[in-house]
């Protein structure tokens, strides 16, 4: 699976947009984009995953590059509930169970 | 119900014991995992099993052993650990990972386990 690169830690202003950066350029065609955070003291949470188009859920919208070697996690309205490490994954579609995380980002929601 | 459940929650063990951690889910996934996670780190991938056999084993030590007694149920079995096996250890199900679903895993609370 290929590798990501995420900033180690940002900050947000709460009840403003939290815009999570990734860089995945070694990304295959077949290769999917995940993301999942993990909040202090629990597992970690799947948010949203995509391929090639941008993907938008209840938690999150997910925006990828045209070339898809890179993309953006966005929380609208982040909120102190948000603070958390958020793991940018990428995944082979159809591959075996394998999911690995790297280092993350954590996010800190600030009052 | 989308609840993955481990227990026991806090675990303190010594070198010499034989201890289980346990796990159990009724979302009917048919694949299950055991992460290991120390302090200020990502989790890493110990075990998988996909339809109750060992599909991935993470180059794990033998005083780790894993067993899926049914679809719903997932042990790890620990004897003769060491200090700095002393971690949270989060159990993961989710379909397996084919066709269209999202291959979504549901994480459970974990388990932190110290050894002494």
């Known amino acids: 699976d290929a590798k990501t690169t995420q900033p180690t830690s940002m900050d947000c202003a709460e009840g403003r947009a939290a815009n999570l950066p990734c860089n995945h350029s070694?990304?295959?065609?077949?290769?999917?984009v995940y993301w999942y955070r993990q909040i202090h003291s629990q597992g970690p949470q799947y948010i949203i995953h995509?391929?090639?188009n941008n993907e938008t859920n209840e938690m999150a919208s997910l925006i990828i590059t045209e070339d898809r070697k890179s993309s953006t996690l966005i929380l609208p309205h982040a909120t102190l509930r948000d603070t958390a490490v958020y793991y940018c994954i990428v995944r082979v579609a159809g591959g075996n169970e394998k999911l690995t995380f790297g280092t993350g980002t954590r996010l800190t929601i600030i009052p | 119900d989308t609840e993955v459940t481990q227990t026991p929650k806090h675990l303190v063990m010594g070198m010499t014991n034989k201890k289980s951690l346990k796990c159990e889910q009724h979302?009917?996934?048919?694949?299950m995992y055991w992460y290991k996670q120390k302090a200020k780190k990502p989790p890493e991938l110990m075990f998988v099993y996909s339809y109750e056999k060992l599909s991935i084993n993470e180059s794990v030590p033998s005083r780790f052993s894993p067993e899926c007694p049914n679809s719903s149920l997932l042990n790890l079995h620990l004897h003769a650990l060491q200090p700095e096996d002393s971690a949270l250890y989060l159990c993961?199900?989710?379909?397996?990972?084919?066709?269209?679903?999202?291959?979504?895993?549901?994480f459970g609370e974990g388990s932190r386990l110290t050894v002494l």
């Open positions: 979302m009917g996934h048919r694949a």
């Open positions: 993961a199900s989710s379909q397996p990972y084919k066709g269209s679903n999202t291959g979504e895993l549901f």
């Open positions: 070694t990304i295959s065609g077949n290769e999917y």
């Open positions: 995509g391929l090639k």
